[in-house]
């Protein structure tokens, strides 16, 4: 950036325009906020309206304030913000090209652009429902076009893995507010996939339409749900939803869900209502409310979509059930004045104004009143280049600096109380020991705010360091059994010193806590045509499984905190369940740490151990986005692996020990020292399987074995199955 006091120019690299993104006019009447990077600080150098916008590919790249104010130059960084209901095709790239293509979610069906050279628009009006928000999608057909004319989206597939279905015999209500103006009949047509078509009377007054349908599998590779009419005229469609009749209210969480996540026992759930990965951000107000009485945000393929399926206030809500503390990403793109009222609707009280918005919907006590800790991450991923513009690819030391400034911003709440939030920076997947290049390091060196650095581990596959050559199927199983042990865990040791070694550096030892933002087996990333189903039945087997848990318990022996597993959902990919809800294994194994191993961890001391000495390896570097583009990198010996490990728990007169077996093949006798008087009773928990490859994906193959036994002694011998996880739970006399 360069600029004057009216002005603002970027004209390199991805330009104010952002590779053509937003043309002249976008931003027109919106504000700006101007930051600037100088000696390891930033400080907000001017914030103000825009007067004009200039952006094209072949003009200027010129933003001119509304007001004279400090001169930018070249280094600054800024964010820009507005909010606008009409979009004429030529301010964005996209309905430049494709000005038929206004929200994302609804769009015209069938041969959209031949309807839009017909006269048919979709557009969106500021004229809603009571208490329905502010705006609605209008659908004009003039006189002239081919009936009928639809808006709608793909709803069932078929095919698709991960597509939603609805519970087999269940009445599901589909619920919208609709009006018209010009229609004949006032006659509208809703198709609900292949399972219900219905035509509506609408009249020119906003009314909600409800059709009764009963959920079924899709017959169809894809199946639509549409909205749409013969006439000519406008429709006006706003809040349209569907829920189960007689199942949890809108935005509601059905209680299985929710006794799943308790039994899972987790200690935080991450929340990314704040967080928009791709696309250009979002403003806080439309996450604090209902999806459908919110804004929409902008998207750069296929047009505007709703900001998140449920909203913070249902989140939070989940987290409260659950009886777990939130780990909340809060965008980068928010103002400081957001990063304020974020605090303030956190632990403001309720005549606040955003502790009222919070007591609006329903919760009149701060959320720092309901959880232990709430933990405040500034972005994600944000050393991630395919998350432009949110992110800081390649400039830590800026990143670490601006979150040290809206750190500041929270901290200047009147609300922010320093034992109710934890603020944490992101570091980098196999971020190396070197603290003075190192992504994560290079950025907490210039965040002294901070209270935690986080990383990711999965835990080998296609989203990993990489694949281990394999001359043989054991040989590839057993690459795997000994994954994390070998090619993860050194990298976390370093990781974890890095933080302690540079938190000691600012005067404040054993002040920055080592996080995993997510972890688990891994996958390449979705899209046509690259489900590989083998792929998925390895991600879900049990030993990548055992593989998951080990980096996990591996992690909390070194001092780490809180790590994520990704992905708390059903399906395929990163999923923690099977599309009936059945437990996939990795999710079992962790839920036995959670579940099983109770109050602190303490330390057992090998005395002799099954070892194997595993030879220099080389492996596959996968490109995570196409599996087939592939680098080798090798990787050293390690001698004296070992193939048993063990993790002791001690809360008062109870003990109990997690045995994990990395051994592919055979039996592993155990000798178990114990340093008190047993009672005869214990309790074995045994995940176990004849085949490392066996997985959870169709039914559950793989389950936790419970038996009751006697004769527990200090001295207790027992075999260990390979490839399994095995938890004892004995009391002291």
């Known amino acids: 950036t360069e600029g004057g006091a009216d002005f603002l120019e970027d004209n390199s690299g991805s330009r104010l325009g952002y590779w053509d993104v937003f043309r002249d006019?976008?931003?027109?009447?919106?504000?700006?906020?101007?930051?600037?990077?100088?000696?390891?600080?930033?400080?907000?150098?001017?914030?103000?309206?825009?007067?004009?916008?200039?952006?094209?590919?072949?003009?200027?790249?010129?933003?001119?304030f509304a007001e004279t104010g400090p001169v930018p130059r070249a280094g600054d960084f800024y964010v820009l913000t507005t909010e606008r209901t009409e979009f004429p095709s030529s301010v964005t790239r996209t309905w430049g090209k494709n000005p038929w293509w206004l929200v994302s979610g609804f769009q015209l069906q069938g041969q959209a652009k031949q309807l839009w050279e017909q006269g048919v628009r979709l557009r969106i009006v500021e004229d809603a429902p009571p208490d329905g928000g502010g705006g609605s999608l209008a659908l004009t057909v003039p006189d002239g076009v081919a009936a009928p004319v639809r808006v709608g989206y793909w709803l069932l597939s078929a095919q698709q893995p991960d597509w939603p279905r609805f519970r087999e015999g269940k009445i599901y209500v589909a619920r919208m507010w609709l009006r018209q103006e010009g229609l004949a009949s006032g006659a509208v047509e809703v198709q609900i996939a292949t399972l219900k078509t219905a035509t509506l009377k609408v009249s020119g007054e906003w009314q909600e339409h409800r059709i009764e349908f009963?959920?079924?599998?899709?017959?169809?590779?894809?199946?639509?749900?549409?909205?749409?009419?013969?006439?000519?005229?406008?429709?006006?469609?706003?809040?349209?939803?569907?829920?189960?009749?007689?199942?949890?209210?809108?935005?509601?969480?059905?209680?299985?869900?929710?006794?799943?996540?308790?039994?899972?026992?987790?200690?935080?759930?991450?929340?990314?209502?704040?967080?928009?990965?791709?696309?250009?951000?979002?403003?806080?107000?439309?996450?604090?409310?209902?999806?459908?009485?919110?804004?929409?945000?902008?998207?750069?393929?296929?047009?505007?979509?709703?900001?998140?399926?449920?909203?913070?206030?249902?989140?939070?809500?989940?987290?409260?059930?659950?009886?777990?503390?939130?780990?909340?990403?809060?965008?980068?793109?928010?103002?400081?004045?957001?990063?304020?009222?974020?605090?303030?609707?956190?632990?403001?009280?309720?005549?606040?104004?955003?502790?009222?918005?919070?007591?609006?919907?329903?919760?009149?006590?701060?959320?720092?009143?309901?959880?232990?800790?709430?933990?405040?991450?500034?972005?994600?991923?944000?050393?991630?280049?395919m998350f432009q513009p949110q992110g800081f690819s390649g400039k830590p030391e800026i990143y670490g600096a601006y979150c040290e400034y809206m750190f500041g911003q929270m901290k200047n709440s009147p609300c922010?109380?320093?034992?109710?939030?934890?603020?944490?920076?992101?570091?980098?997947?196999?971020?190396?020991?070197?603290?003075?290049?190192?992504?994560?390091?290079?950025?907490?060196?210039?965040?002294?705010?901070?209270?935690?650095?986080?990383?990711?581990?999965?835990?080998?596959?296609?989203?990993?360091?990489?694949?281990?050559?394999?001359?043989?199927?054991?040989?590839?199983?057993?690459?795997?059994?000994?994954?994390?042990?070998?090619?993860l865990l050194p990298r976390a040791e370093q990781f974890k010193q890095t933080a302690d070694e540079l938190a000691e550096e600012q005067g404040r030892p054993g002040a920055v806590e080592a996080l995993v933002y997510e972890a688990g087996p891994g996958y390449t990333l979705p899209g046509p045509g690259k489900f590989d189903l083998e792929e998925q039945k390895q991600g879900k087997s049990l030993a990548h499984a055992i593989n998951a848990l080990d980096i996990f318990m591996m992690n909390l022996r070194n001092g780490f905190g809180d790590q994520s597993f990704f992905l708390f959902k059903n399906g395929h990919y990163w999923a923690s369940h099977n599309r009936q809800w059945g437990e996939h294994i990795a999710w079992k194994a962790l839920g036995m740490r959670n579940a099983l191993l109770e109050g602190d961890l303490i330390t057992a001391q090998p005395v002799e151990m099954v070892t194997l000495d595993v030879p220099e390896t080389q492996a596959d570097v996968v490109n995570q986005s196409n599996s087939a583009n592939r680098k080798v990198k090798s990787f050293p010996a390690l001698p004296d692996l070992p193939l048993i490990d063990c993790y002791p728990f001690r809360d008062g007169k109870r003990y109990s020990f997690m045995f994990i077996s990395r051994r592919l093949r055979g039996q592993t006798p155990v000798v178990l020292n114990l340093p008190y008087e047993p009672a005869s009773r214990y309790t074995l928990h045994a995940l176990v399987g004849d085949n490392p490859g066996l997985h959870n994906i169709d039914e559950e193959a793989v389950t936790i074995q419970t038996t009751e036994h006697d004769g527990m002694t200090r001295r207790h011998e027992f075999s260990m199955p390979p490839h399994s996880v095995v938890v004892l739970v004995s009391e002291a006399r």
């Open 214 to 385: 009963v959920g079924a599998p899709p017959r169809r590779g894809a199946e639509p749900f549409t909205i749409g009419t013969r006439e000519a005229g406008t429709v006006y469609i706003d809040n349209v939803t569907i829920v189960e009749k007689d199942g949890p209210p809108p935005y509601g969480f059905y209680p299985e869900i929710v006794d799943t996540l308790r039994r899972f026992r987790p200690n935080t759930l991450r929340l990314w209502v704040l967080q928009e990965n791709r696309g250009f951000g979002k403003c806080l107000d439309d996450a604090l409310g209902l999806p459908t009485e919110s804004n929409l945000t902008f998207k750069e393929q296929r047009g505007a979509a709703t900001t998140d399926p449920l909203g913070l206030h249902q989140q939070l809500m989940l987290c409260q059930q659950v009886g777990t503390d939130p780990w909340i990403i809060a965008s980068t793109m928010f103002s400081t004045q957001e990063q304020k009222n974020l605090i303030e609707y956190l632990a403001g009280p309720a005549d606040s104004p955003y502790g009222r918005r919070r007591a609006d919907m329903g919760q009149t006590a701060p959320w720092t009143t309901v959880f232990d800790h709430i933990k405040l991450e500034m972005g994600n991923e944000t050393w991630n280049g």
């Open 416 to 487: 922010f109380d320093d034992d109710a939030f934890q603020l944490v920076i992101n570091g980098w997947v196999a971020q190396p020991k070197n603290n003075k290049w190192g992504w994560g390091a290079r950025a907490l060196r210039n965040a002294p705010s901070a209270e935690a650095i986080d990383v990711a581990y999965y835990t080998g596959g296609w989203d990993s360091v990489g694949l281990m050559k394999a001359e043989s199927e054991a040989e590839s199983w057993m690459n795997i059994l000994t994954f994390s042990r070998r090619m």
């Open 25 to 64: 006019g976008f931003f027109d009447g919106g504000s700006v906020a101007v930051y600037r990077y100088s000696d390891g600080i930033v400080s907000l150098l001017r914030e103000g309206g825009i007067k004009r916008y200039q952006a094209s590919k072949g003009g200027p790249n010129r933003l001119t």
